[in-house]
């Protein structure tokens, strides 16, 4: 068969009309799981016909899991899990442990089963716990030791003193780096005239970190990212961090932070939002304000008061603590958000942009050390154009 021929009528679907191709073996089948799904058109009676090329049982759909998993590579199987979750309403079979048993975990399926936390049958509870630890485990493993090594670096550099007590606390390099202007050519030497130090590497807390999450339905994905990051750093002794998930309610899950798979099972996706009780409650942990870090992660659209929450936002800035709006943390793209409360803190110098997963780490660099966070958003967008 010709390739190109062959490619076209994996695409086109159907019968082999269009192309006059006609497919066997595993091309047969890798079409069949993608009719499944796909054929049938948006809505109406091509919903019900799509849902019948599944059948509403859970063996049946893990058993097209598991087709999908040894035809097409993970990627791939991730777009079409979220598609059968969108396109073929399989929420309910999700709380099935067998089908939970074949699906490819991903960041996006957690966020599912997150949202049907309270309702899934004890049975399934398990099967969802493990996948949503399989994810937990590959993300900790891809994060960690950057997050810490950019954590660390930046609470080394913002300890340098430019007065230390001791020649061996003059760090040389940066010391020469700072003065290179007052070199002597016919010296062939530099004059130190501004000494950088070494500061004394401090056991006690540096920074207090609050992460104040919106656990609404379209925030799942950051969700998943927050809470991982916060794990993170709180194992860090130089940080003092604390994690506070909202809708209309506010609940601190500060204590769950040494175990990010309970944290997550201990939100609730959906609901409401009120930003300004949330804010509020994460200022009540504030001790040390200009040694503070508070960041908001939402897409702004406040249930509650709104200028109360920004009268709150702008007390905490005056105070000294470094506050940062996270439109989202995840890899997906722009994501919505209320454009007018966004520009309204960003008036008052409080950044709002989304961030990805990889891009985190530097944030909270660039935090610690108390560099213009909006600066920072501006070139990690100009070099992700060009």
Same mark, same amino acid.
């Given at each position: 068969?010709?390739?190109?021929?062959?490619?076209?009528?994996?695409?086109?679907?159907?019968?082999?009309?269009?192309?006059?191709?006609?497919?066997?073996?595993?091309?047969?089948?890798?079409?069949?799981?993608?009719?499944?799904?796909?054929?049938?058109? %948006?809505?109406?009676?091509?919903?019900?016909? !799509?849902?019948? #090329?599944? @059948?509403?049982?859970?063996?049946? $759909?893990? &058993?097209?899991?598991?087709?999908?998993?040894?035809?097409?590579?993970?990627?791939?199987?991730?777009?079409?899990?979220?598609?059968?979750?969108?396109?073929?309403?399989?929420?309910?079979?999700?709380?099935?442990?067998?089908?939970?048993?074949?699906?490819?975990?991903?960041?996006?399926?957690?966020?599912?089963?997150?949202?049907?936390?309270?309702?899934?049958?004890?049975?399934?509870?398990?099967?969802?716990?493990?996948?949503?630890?399989?994810?937990?485990?590959?993300?900790?493993?891809?994060?960690?030791?950057?997050?810490?090594?950019?954590?660390?670096?930046?609470?080394?550099?913002?300890?340098?003193?430019?007065?230390?007590?001791?020649?061996?606390?003059?760090?040389?390099?940066?010391?020469?780096?700072?003065?290179?202007?007052?070199?002597?050519? %016919?010296?062939?030497?530099?004059?130190?005239? !501004?000494?950088? #130090?070494? @500061?004394?590497?401090?056991?006690? $807390?540096? &920074?207090?970190?609050?992460?104040?999450?919106?656990?609404?339905?379209?925030?799942?994905?950051?969700?998943?990212?927050?809470?991982?990051?916060?794990?993170?750093?709180?194992?860090?002794?130089?940080?003092?961090?604390?994690?506070?998930?909202?809708?209309?309610?506010?609940?601190?899950?500060?204590?769950?932070?040494?175990?990010?798979?309970?944290?997550?099972?201990?939100?609730?996706?959906?609901?409401?939002?009120?930003?300004?009780?949330?804010?509020?409650?994460?200022?009540?942990?504030?001790?040390?304000?200009?040694?503070?870090?508070?960041?908001?992660?939402?897409?702004?659209?406040?249930?509650?008061?709104?200028?109360?929450?920004?009268?709150?936002?702008?007390?905490?800035?005056?105070?000294?603590?470094?506050?940062?709006?996270?439109?989202?943390?995840?890899?997906?793209?722009?994501?919505?958000?209320?454009?007018?409360?966004?520009?309204?803190?960003?008036?008052?110098?409080?950044?709002?942009?989304?961030?990805?997963?990889?891009?985190?780490?530097?944030?909270?660099?660039?935090?610690?050390?108390?560099?213009?966070?909006?600066?920072?958003?501006?070139?990690?967008?100009?070099?992700?154009?060009?």
């Amino acid at each position: 068969m010709d390739e190109r021929l062959r490619r076209w009528r994996m695409v086109l679907g159907g019968d082999a009309d269009g192309t006059g191709c006609s497919l066997s073996g595993t091309d047969a089948q890798m079409d069949a799981a993608l009719a499944a799904l796909y054929n049938g058109g %948006e809505g109406g009676e091509g919903s019900a016909e !799509r849902s019948g #090329g599944l @059948g509403a049982s859970a063996p049946r $759909v893990a &058993r097209w899991l598991g087709d999908i998993r040894s035809y097409f590579p993970s990627t791939v199987v991730q777009v079409m899990q979220k598609d059968a979750v969108d396109r073929l309403n399989l929420t309910r079979l999700l709380m099935e442990p067998e089908m939970l048993d074949a699906v490819e975990p991903d960041v996006h399926m957690v966020g599912t089963l997150l949202s049907l936390n309270r309702v899934m049958p004890e049975k399934a509870r398990e099967s969802a716990r493990a996948l949503v630890r399989k994810v937990v485990s590959e993300l900790e493993r891809k994060l960690v030791q950057k997050t810490k090594a950019a954590v660390t670096g930046a609470l080394d550099r913002s300890a340098r003193t430019h007065r230390p007590k001791r020649a061996a606390d003059i760090d040389w390099d940066r010391t020469i780096r700072a003065n290179l202007k007052n070199y002597l050519p %016919e010296r062939n030497t530099v004059i130190p005239s !501004r000494l950088v #130090g070494y @500061g004394r590497r401090q056991r006690a $807390v540096q &920074r207090e970190v609050v992460l104040c999450i919106d656990q609404s339905g379209s925030m799942a994905a950051s969700v998943v990212y927050s809470s991982v990051f916060g794990a993170v750093l709180a194992s860090m002794s130089s940080l003092r961090t604390s994690l506070v998930v909202f809708d209309t309610a506010v609940v601190d899950l500060t204590d769950q932070l040494h175990d990010p798979v309970e944290l997550l099972f201990g939100t609730q996706l959906g609901g409401g939002t009120d930003i300004n009780r949330a804010i509020a409650y994460g200022q009540g942990l504030i001790t040390r304000p200009n040694d503070s870090i508070f960041i908001l992660i939402s897409d702004l659209y406040e249930g509650g008061v709104r200028e109360e929450m920004l009268r709150r936002v702008a007390q905490m800035t005056a105070a000294g603590v470094q506050v940062i709006v996270l439109l989202a943390l995840s890899d997906e793209g722009a994501p919505f958000y209320d454009h007018d409360n966004a520009a309204a803190l960003a008036a008052m110098g409080v950044p709002a942009f989304a961030c990805t997963p990889d891009a985190f780490p530097d944030l909270m660099a660039a935090a610690i050390e108390r560099r213009d966070i909006g600066q920072w958003a501006e070139r990690r967008l100009e070099r992700a154009v060009t």
